[in-house]
């Protein structure tokens, strides 16, 4: 199933958070070869896990990372303004209304990676939905357009650099309930599974009654 | 954009002391069918706002009573970036409890909704909006108004701070793209003809508009081309 949890609560998940991690280093610097850093511990991280993301994670029946995905708001620090502004023509997408998703990672332990894409994406959208978003910005690896087609919810590019398996663009996402429609039509999942999702990640919890 | 927001977007324009603000949360409490909006701001050593329109022996009660410190609003805005429902958090504890009884008995309403912003040098701002109504009530006129919620609260936000002389010294300035998008739309260009013209999507142009209008402060389009035209960032 899908949880929504912060940075900071990773602490209290220390097996999820490392097995989040290393599959990120596995997907981004083993498969996809990208600039990053990878610490001694095998993990991959960068400095904007330091700024208390909420992370979209697919956790597998074993309680490990099936995949995930990384928010951030665009009115703070984001990737995609401090390292790729010049792949949106140089303009800073910062709003309100414009969350920041990167890191798209999938598990090659996940039981179904198709099934886990569109699991997280679905979460996205509703996540973007439930808090009033227009838009959600993100830098991803050319070959995940294919995935984005298939998943029903496909990024409108504003800039790419490289070419062939090695290029990298910059995309949004439209943030409506008709692409939420799309995708749980694409997927197979309810258009309400993200909804439960979100509800058992944050609880009601009102004790008293108006 | 809500009709209601275009009319908040004037009297805003014309505060001109911090003193005002208050007075401006009254009228859009109104307008958005709220009993409070409070507006917080501040920060390790950084001068505290605080500006509400809760009753003042609420506030004097919360404030003598230290329950800042305890009060699971604050708390988890100071952590976390999503907006935050006053029903997702935890109550259960004896303290917590009490403060939420008591803020009840105070005149604050059962159900609200607190977005968290963060600026230089450490400041932490929230807005609060708050309304007691039935939850299914309440859940409508959320679904129908958090959208005006985010784009009030940052631009209450930046005005607070610009009146107080703390706004970040920063100018946002447009980049090229951003100007040349507002010029277009400027000259009576629609969004298809300036769109073609740039050569991006109309998705792409609409974010671009999007990310002016936030960096000049406005809320509609047409308020971005007058602030851009004030500011010469486009000239025409």
């Known amino acids: 199933m899908i949880r929504f949890i912060y940075a900071d609560q990773l602490t209290s998940e220390p ?66 303004n401090e390292h790729f502004a ?111 999702w979100f509800e058992a990640s944050f609880p009601s919890q009102m004790p008293l009654a108006a | 954009m809500s009709h209601l927001l275009e009319e908040t977007i004037d009297q805003l324009q014309t505060s001109e002391s911090v003193d005002d603000i208050p007075v401006l949360l009254k009228t859009l409490r109104e307008n958005y069918d709220l009993d ?26 919360y404030i003598n009573e230290g329950y800042r410190n305890h009060d699971p609003v604050y708390m988890s805005t100071q952590r976390s970036w999503l907006p935050v429902e006053w029903s997702r958090l935890n109550w259960s504890g004896k303290m917590e409890h009490r403060i939420l009884k008591e803020a009840l008995d105070g005149g604050v309403g059962l159900n609200g909704y607190s977005i968290p912003m963060r600026g230089a040098a450490g400041r932490f701002a929230m807005l609060s909006f708050n309304v007691n109504a039935k939850p299914a009530q309440w859940e409508s006129q959320l679904e129908a108004q958090k959208r005006d919620y985010l784009l009030l609260s940052h631009y209450v936000h930046e005005k607070v701070q610009a009146l107080t002389g703390e706004e970040e ?49 406005a809320l509609n389009t047409t308020h971005a081309v007058a602030v851009a035209l004030i500011q010469r960032a486009i000239v025409i």
């Open chain 2, 36 to 61: 409070h909006i409070v507006y917080h701001s501040g920060g390790p050593g950084l001068k505290e706002q605080n500006l509400f329109t809760y009753p003042v022996e609420w506030v004097m009660h």
């Open chain 1, 86 to 196: 010049h792949l949106s023509d140089g303009v800073a997408i910062a709003s309100p209304l414009i969350w920041e998703c990167t890191r798209f990672c999938i598990s090659p332990d996940a039981e179904d990676g198709r099934k886990v894409a569109g699991a997280l994406m679905l979460a996205g959208c509703e996540l973007g939905l439930r808090f009033g978003l227009t838009d959600s910005v993100g830098v991803f690896d050319n070959r995940m357009i294919r995935i984005y087609r298939n998943i029903g919810w496909e990024p409108t590019v504003t800039g790419t650099e490289g070419t062939g398996k090695d290029a990298i663009s910059v995309g949004l996402w439209p943030i409506t309930p008709e692409c939420r429609a799309s995708i749980a039509d694409k997927t197979g999942f309810e258009v309400t599974a993200a909804r439960d």
């Open chain 2, 169 to 217: 010294a920063t100018i946002k300035e447009l980049s090229p793209r951003e100007r040349d998008v507002l010029t277009l739309l400027s000259l009576g260009k629609s969004r298809a003809q300036a769109a073609e013209q740039l050569k991006i999507s109309e998705h792409t142009f609409r974010v671009y508009v999007d990310t002016a209008r936030h960096k000049l402060g």
């Open chain 1, 15 to 80: 097996a999820l958070a490392s097995s989040m991690f290393n599959d990120r280093r596995r997907q981004f610097k083993e498969r996809l070869n990208w600039d990053i850093t990878v610490g001694d511990d095998g993990q991959e991280r960068d400095e904007y896990d330091d700024m208390n993301p909420l992370y979209i994670i697919w956790q597998r029946p074993n309680g490990l990372h099936g995949g995930s995905m990384r928010v951030l708001p665009t009115v703070g620090r984001t990737m995609v």
